[in-house]
């Protein structure tokens, strides 16, 4: 195999390609990405037995070939190369990789031995704006659980795509993220749980400015999504989610208009007093058109207002400080309306007008301040 393209490109496709290599199991097949020729063209591809990314790259391809090389051994090796051109040539499992003055002679492993990709056959597509996309997932992966401690289908996030709208859903047990958008689709109607991980992932790679549509192909087990000239192939989680239409309050007995940044802010001024051991806990009250938000620790004391519109019940309520601060930044829009039905029901941050997008924030238990 030989073949010669631009170093830059090739630095950048490895490099998102190296986020799809095994980094926790110690096989040297998956540690390296696997690179084809073809007439023109050259693909790499990186996989860890849970998802993997592809992409193609144009090249001058002097004798097509495959081989396996180890992706941070690569990747090193192109972030350090100034020249415009790289030329890398094999024989057999010997690799030279030539830019400029510098040439590197390594090791690769066979391309047969490199593990074989799921493939979704008989899938339902359907294409997304890919700016659209972006911000829904952006507004809901947030509240997607990090671990298995609690449910494994919670960290995943779920996708609803019914007649002309798509739902796409967050929960980690503690919080919950709604967002629902119009979209031209007239199929059969789709529900799937995409690992954390691999949405992360996926964001990554798109534009958040592009009105380009991104194509998802969902299989029974799998899904594609196809950004750009990536490919990405993940599993999907198996499992019963979590019925999470019955956690949203039907009731509320206030309602608060308040101004998102002025939210934020008000938080963020009682951390300096928070220890990172206590659950970041602070204590909010709603009352007179305003909100009073507080705090004591070993650290200290702080109490801070901002105004709020409020109608209806006095409320005194307990938070997690950065749980209310990932809802409120979620959010798209400068205003946004709290509904509150109590000290122990979970809060509900919506837009001003409409659902387009629904937080949720379980309360906690609040201490005695004296």
């Given at each position: 195999?030989?073949?010669?393209?631009?170093?830059?490109?090739?630095?950048?496709?490895?490099?998102?390609?190296?986020?799809?290599?095994?980094?926790?199991?110690?096989?040297?097949?998956?540690?390296?990405?696997?690179?084809?020729?073809?007439?023109?063209?050259?693909?790499?591809?990186?996989?860890?037995?849970?998802?993997?990314?592809?992409?193609?790259?144009?090249?001058?391809?002097?004798?097509?070939?495959?081989?396996?090389?180890?992706?941070?051994?690569?990747?090193?090796?192109?972030?350090?190369?100034?020249?415009?051109?790289?030329?890398?040539?094999?024989?057999?499992?010997?690799?030279?990789?030539?830019?400029?003055?510098?040439?590197?002679?390594?090791?690769?492993?066979?391309?047969?031995?490199?593990?074989?990709?799921?493939?979704?056959?008989?899938?339902?597509?359907?294409?997304?704006?890919?700016?659209?996309?972006?911000?829904?997932?952006?507004?809901?992966?947030?509240?997607?659980?990090?671990?298995?401690?609690?449910?494994?289908?919670?960290?995943?996030?779920?996708?609803?795509?019914?007649?002309?709208?798509?739902?796409?859903?967050?929960?980690?047990?503690?919080?919950?993220?709604?967002?629902?958008?119009?979209?031209?689709?007239?199929?059969?109607?789709?529900?799937?749980?995409?690992?954390?991980?691999?949405?992360?992932?996926?964001?990554?790679?798109?534009?958040?400015?592009?009105?380009?549509?991104?194509?998802i192909n969902i299989g029974r087990r799998h899904i594609i999504f196809e950004v750009e000239n990536y490919s990405v192939i993940s599993r999907l989680l198996e499992g019963e989610f979590l019925d999470y239409r019955t956690a949203i309050p039907e009731t509320i007995s206030t309602t608060v208009l308040i101004n998102t940044n002025d939210a934020v802010n008000c938080i963020e001024?009682?951390?300096?007093?928070?220890?990172?051991?206590?659950?970041?806990?602070?204590?909010?009250?709603?009352?007179?058109?305003?909100?009073?938000?507080?705090?004591?620790?070993?650290?200290?004391?702080?109490?801070?207002?901002?105004?709020?519109?409020?109608?209806?019940?006095?409320?005194?309520?307990?938070?997690?400080?950065?749980?209310?601060?990932?809802?409120?930044?979620?959010?798209?829009?400068?205003?946004?309306?709290?509904?509150?039905?109590?000290?122990?029901?979970?809060?509900?941050?919506?837009?001003?007008?409409?659902?387009?997008?629904?937080?949720?924030?379980?309360?906690?238990?609040?201490?005695?301040?004296?």
């Amino acid at each position: 195999m030989k073949f010669i393209c631009n170093t830059k490109e090739l630095n950048v496709a490895c490099n998102n390609v190296l986020r799809a290599v095994s980094a926790k199991v110690t096989i040297p097949t998956i540690e390296g990405i696997l690179i084809e020729c073809g007439s023109d063209t050259l693909s790499l591809t990186g996989y860890d037995f849970e998802f993997g990314i592809n992409t193609i790259l144009k090249a001058e391809v002097v004798d097509a070939g495959a081989i396996i090389i180890n992706a941070k051994i690569l990747c090193d090796i192109l972030r350090k190369l100034s020249d415009e051109l790289i030329t890398i040539e094999t024989n057999g499992t010997a690799v030279s990789i030539i830019s400029g003055a510098a040439q590197y002679n390594i090791t690769g492993i066979d391309a047969d031995d490199y593990p074989e990709l799921p493939s979704v056959n008989g899938g339902q597509n359907i294409e997304l704006n890919q700016k659209l996309l972006h911000s829904m997932i952006t507004q809901t992966v947030f509240a997607v659980a990090d671990n298995e401690s609690s449910r494994p289908m919670c960290t995943g996030l779920k996708f609803d795509i019914t007649s002309n709208e798509i739902t796409l859903v967050g929960v980690d047990g503690f919080r919950l993220a709604i967002r629902k958008e119009p979209v031209s689709y007239n199929g059969e109607d789709l529900t799937f749980i995409v690992p954390k991980k691999t949405i992360k992932e996926v964001i990554k790679l798109m534009n958040p400015e592009s009105d380009e549509n991104i194509r998802i192909n969902i299989g029974r087990r799998h899904i594609i999504f196809e950004v750009e000239n990536y490919s990405v192939i993940s599993r999907l989680l198996e499992g019963e989610f979590l019925d999470y239409r019955t956690a949203i309050p039907e009731t509320i007995s206030t309602t608060v208009l308040i101004n998102t940044n002025d939210a934020v802010n008000c938080i963020e001024r009682t951390l300096p007093v928070i220890e990172n051991n206590q659950k970041n806990p602070i204590r909010c009250l709603f009352e007179n058109d305003q909100l009073r938000v507080s705090t004591v620790s070993s650290l200290g004391r702080v109490i801070d207002y901002t105004h709020a519109n409020t109608q209806g019940d006095r409320v005194e309520i307990g938070f997690n400080s950065k749980y209310m601060i990932d809802a409120f930044n979620a959010a798209d829009t400068d205003e946004v309306r709290i509904e509150l039905a109590g000290p122990v029901s979970p809060v509900k941050i919506m837009p001003i007008e409409g659902n387009s997008f629904i937080f949720l924030v379980l309360p906690m238990r609040l201490k005695n301040e004296n």
